[in-house]
């Protein structure tokens, strides 16, 4: 095992010593949120955890808990999540987030602000001082609205990619069935509360992923002495 996934491994087995039974927990997306859904299915089975139903974040997590035989219920039918667990792309210390590196920020933010707790499970390499600074924002968009959104970005001093898939011609397309823009602003993202909702009040944009005060907890897996180790950094500011 490469050291980065030993630190998304430790990290994901620390998180799930917060679920308790009777949860609904949402299931975050991406490789870090998969070996924590993957934890999750152990301690089910081993009878630890009992009377856990999740909420899936995205098409990849909920084939995963369906393969592991994790009880689901939609999203359309919960009013409220106990705990939701999740990776992210960039956390500053603030707390603040990028995610949608796995194009699943729609659904993401959607569990996340129906939770009310929400941890987000982190290699060391995603901590960063300022975010966009290299790591692009992701912006879901309707398909027939790219070049509009891609336009009114650039006059906010962002440019912006269309993301390719791999294995596939095109773009790649989300699971609402729209497009991703990448963008990095000429001087990154200091303020993410105005960036997201200006972003957000474009025509034909569906939602960005800055996650603004929406974290309670940040785990970190890194590895120290050449072993993994797991830490809980305090939020600054
Ligand atoms: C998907 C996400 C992921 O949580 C984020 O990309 C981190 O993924 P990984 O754990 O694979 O680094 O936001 O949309």
Known sequence: MDSQTQMKQIVADAA???????????????STAALMIKCLADEIRSGRLQNIRGVATSF????????????????????????????????????????GGGAC????KLVAS???QLLIVVDETKLVQSLNQSFPLPVEVLPN????????????NGSSSLRMATKKAGPVVTDQGNLILDVLFDYGIDDPKDIEMSINNIPGVLENGLF???????????IQDNVPIVYSPSKVG
Do not use: C, N, Y
């Not at 920020?105 to 993401?108: F, K, L, Q, T, W």
């Open 16 to 30: 799930i010593k917060e679920v308790k039974s009777d949860m609904i927990v949402g299931l975050g997306s991406g």
């Open 60 to 99: 990849q997590s909920e084939v995963l808990a369906l393969e592991l035989d994790i009880p689901l219920i939609d999203l359309a039918s919960v009013s409220q999540i106990d705990l939701a667990i999740d990776g992210a792309d960039e956390v500053d210390p603030g707390f603040q987030l990028i995610k």
């Open 105 to 108: 920020h729609v659904r993401e």
């Open 114 to 116: 129906k939770a009310d």
């Open 145 to 156: 609205a790219w070049k509009h959104v891609q336009q009114m970005i650039s006059k906010m």
């Open 212 to 222: 603004v005060d929406l974290t309670d907890k940040v785990m970190v897996g890194k």
